[in-house]
């Protein structure tokens, strides 16, 4: 069992670009979530998913931000025309179910040039 | 603010001390869990202690949870070098509505073991 997989592990975009950040849950896990850390700082939610659901997005910046989990495939988060400020490192976790301990991913280290 | 603060924000220990560590929060909540990280690393999750506990032991770990301070305590035992890490509580909230089980992050204690 491979636990949750993130990719890519580090992404570098300028001003402008869009990131896709790609995330894997561990097998037989069918919640989704996704957190982002800024430097020094703990982590802050984004948005929960179950397969083909979003069910609380409600840490989503309104605007640039979105996330999807299809029924075949990753979950993916899509930051579309990126700032400075985005750059963080950006945690996927899963759970067989809402409310036990979550399994994290490696992270997806973001820097916006 | 900040439903998860922790304190101290830095413990700096010898190997063979033990540590604890201080985590308050403001809501009601399901569960509060304790994770793990090493430096530029995921998150590992260490132990989980549900509302209506009080204590949990996982090894050289040992929760607390008191509910009417709105507080919890890890400690670790017998610390190693290995032990050096970032710790952070997380609670899963149940105030205002279905949580889903996200988590609520303090800001973290950074733990050094020195040799």
């Known amino acids: 069992n491979a636990g949750v997989m993130q990719n890519p592990r580090h992404l570098v975009r300028r001003r402008g670009q869009e990131a896709r950040l790609r995330c894997s849950p561990m097998?037989?896990?069918?919640?989704v979530y996704w957190y982002r850390q800024l430097p020094e700082e703990g982590l802050k939610f984004m948005v929960y998913?179950?397969?083909?659901?979003?069910?609380?997005e409600s840490g989503m910046p309104k605007e640039r931000f979105s996330a999807e989990f299809p029924k075949e495939g990753p979950s993916i988060l899509r930051i579309q025309q990126v700032v400075r400020g985005d750059s963080a490192a950006y945690f996927c976790a899963s759970s067989p179910g809402a409310g036990g301990p979550h399994i994290f991913g490696p992270g997806t280290r973001l820097t916006v040039l | 603010s900040q439903q998860g603060e922790e304190d101290p924000q830095a413990l700096s220990i010898q190997e063979g001390e033990n540590a604890t560590m201080n985590c308050s929060y403001k809501?009601?909540?399901?569960?509060l869990q304790w994770y793990r990280q090493n430096s530029g690393r995921g998150l590992v999750h260490l132990i989980l202690?549900?509302?209506?506990?009080r204590e949990k032991h996982s090894g050289r770990l040992r929760v607390t949870l008191d509910t009417s301070k709105k507080s919890s305590s890890l400690l670790i035992t017998a610390s190693r070098a290995a032990d050096t890490a970032s710790y952070f509580c997380a609670t899963d909230d149940n105030a205002g509505g279905t949580s889903y089980g996200k988590l609520t992050f303090g800001q973290g204690t950074i733990l050094t073991v020195h040799p």
């Open positions: 998913l179950q397969k083909e659901n979003i069910i609380d």
């Open positions: 202690i549900r509302s209506n506990e």
């Open positions: 809501t009601s909540i399901n569960n």
């Open positions: 097998k037989g896990h069918s919640h």
